[in-house]
């Protein structure tokens, strides 16, 4: 019981860091703020649906994409670190993700629950990335546990979203900044620790799907 626990507490953060709810609210707030509330409500909705379904795609179809592409859980952990730790270093730095900064850019036509909130924002390379490499190893149950926890913040985010005038006003700049900063750590730490995985790896032995 321990074990599943802090399986499931190791994929929650994994995802809060690279999904980043609280500094996603900005954007959402930038992107939306100036609609009625339960046009925010329907577009919020929307972008995390399509977000789960994504995820739920990539979770379950993980090892068929591999073997269909000839991909290497390795090669996933190692090209999947890198980029995780590439957006946590523009976090940490201040810089900002590159996806986050387009997303808020963005001031086309199209339907912003699906792209730039749910595409690339929310179910970005990185959260796929990371969904795949917690289900490639993972049984019946531990993909059930992976999407279960990543239900669990989706509807985090969604209040999260809702309430973003709120939060925002109540953290304030600075506190974005710290949070956006403590996630960029992580992130940088988690795609560090995948990339050591997939090296040793191939270390220890030939490249297996």
């Not at 670190?81 to 946590?88: A, D, E, K, N, P």
């Not at 086309?108 to 289900?135: K, Q």
Request: proline share 3%; with cysteine; net charge neutral.
């Amino acid at each position: 019981m321990n074990e599943i626990f802090t399986q499931a507490i190791t994929v929650f953060f994994g995802f809060f860091a690279i999904m980043n709810p609280i500094a996603n609210t900005a954007v959402f707030a930038s992107l939306v703020g100036n609609k009625r509330r339960t046009e925010q409500v329907k577009i919020a909705t929307k972008a995390l649906l399509v977000t789960f379904c994504i995820i739920v795609a990539f979770s379950i179809l993980g090892k068929a994409i591999f073997n269909l592409f000839g991909i290497t859980l390795p090669a996933l952990r190692i090209t999947g670190g890198i980029l995780v730790f590439l957006v946590g270093y523009q976090m940490l730095t201040g810089d900002g993700s590159e996806l986050h900064s387009a997303a808020q850019n963005d001031d086309s036509d199209s339907d912003i629950a699906v792209s730039p909130l749910a595409v690339p924002l929310l179910a970005g390379p990185g959260t796929i990335a990371t969904a795949m490499n917690y289900s490639a190893t993972a049984d019946m149950w531990g993909i059930a546990m992976t999407l279960l926890v990543f239900a669990f913040l989706c509807v985090i985010t969604f209040f999260c979203f809702i309430f973003s005038s709120q939060i925002l006003t109540l953290i304030g700049k600075s506190g974005l900044s710290i949070v956006t900063r403590l996630m960029g750590l992580i992130l940088a730490v988690i795609g560090t620790q995948m990339l050591i995985i997939g090296i040793t790896d191939i270390i220890k032995g030939p490249l297996l799907n």
